[in-house]
């Protein structure tokens, strides 16, 4: 099967901090990744999609800045929430492809706090 | 643009009653179609995909079919359980490389 797995599950921090979220594909390549957010009873919204050796692409509204996204290998990719706030605290899952495959793959989820 | 459409939970079912999740899409083309479901505090699991017209996914007892005629892709199962009790989410994707689009979720709740 398809693994990925993401790094921490849990985490808090306080305000003003920063917090790096590690997705790996653990046993594919994996040339596109996903990073998402879900706010408590809502679905998934698509904050980004992360390439590979290249810049990620953000969705509208979806500050670059903060929310610094790093694509280094085939199997991670990596998620920095600079400068925290409150309003940040959610629940943020990564996603990853394998190549030419319409499945996605999730990891775990990470929920941060931020307090 | 590319969409979906989920009927609104909470679902309130007793065990062994029979599960419907509307699902309805907006896409051209001819997308991949998925039901992916969530367990609290945890990340999403893929339950079944079907991925042209008339491809019936199932897994665990869940179906859904691929109706291109009407653009849905209702999930259902004959008779729940108390552990099938999550959130399920309806998604899509219209070409291979972009991301998913996913409804809002349904949550299920079953109880014994």
């Known amino acids: 099967g398809a693994v990925v797995s993401q790094h921490p599950s849990r985490v808090i921090c306080k305000s003003g901090t920063s917090v790096k979220i590690e997705c790996r594909s653990l046993?594919?390549?994996?040339?596109?990744m996903f990073w998402y957010r879900q706010f408590p009873k809502q679905s998934l919204m698509l904050m980004a999609t992360s390439n590979e050796g290249s810049k990620a692409t953000y969705e509208q509204g979806v500050e670059k800045d903060k929310f610094l996204i790093n694509h280094a290998s085939l199997t991670l990719s990596t998620l920095t929430v600079t400068s925290a706030h409150p309003e940040d605290s959610s629940f943020y899952i990564c996603?990853?492809?394998?190549?030419?495959?319409?499945?996605?793959?999730f990891g775990q989820g990470t929920r941060l706090t931020v307090v | 643009g590319n969409s979906v459409t989920q009927m609104e939970g909470p679902v309130t079912l007793s065990e062994e009653a029979f599960l419907t999740i509307n699902c309805t899409y907006t896409?051209?083309?001819?997308?991949?179609l998925f039901w992916y479901v969530q367990y609290p505090g945890e990340g999403l699991q893929l339950l079944l995909k079907a991925t042209k017209a008339d491809d019936k996914g199932s897994n665990k007892g869940f179906e859904a079919t691929y109706r291109k005629e009407t653009t849905s892709f209702h999930l259902e199962k004959g008779s729940v359980q108390v552990s099938d009790s999550a959130v399920y989410f309806c998604?899509?994707?219209?070409?291979?490389?972009?991301?998913?689009?996913f409804g809002k979720g349904t949550t299920l709740s079953v109880s014994s």
């Open positions: 046993d594919f390549q994996a040339t596109t």
């Open positions: 896409a051209t083309g001819y997308p991949s």
């Open positions: 996603s990853a492809r394998k190549e030419a495959d319409t499945e996605a793959f």
């Open positions: 998604a899509l994707v219209h070409q291979a490389g972009t991301a998913l689009i």
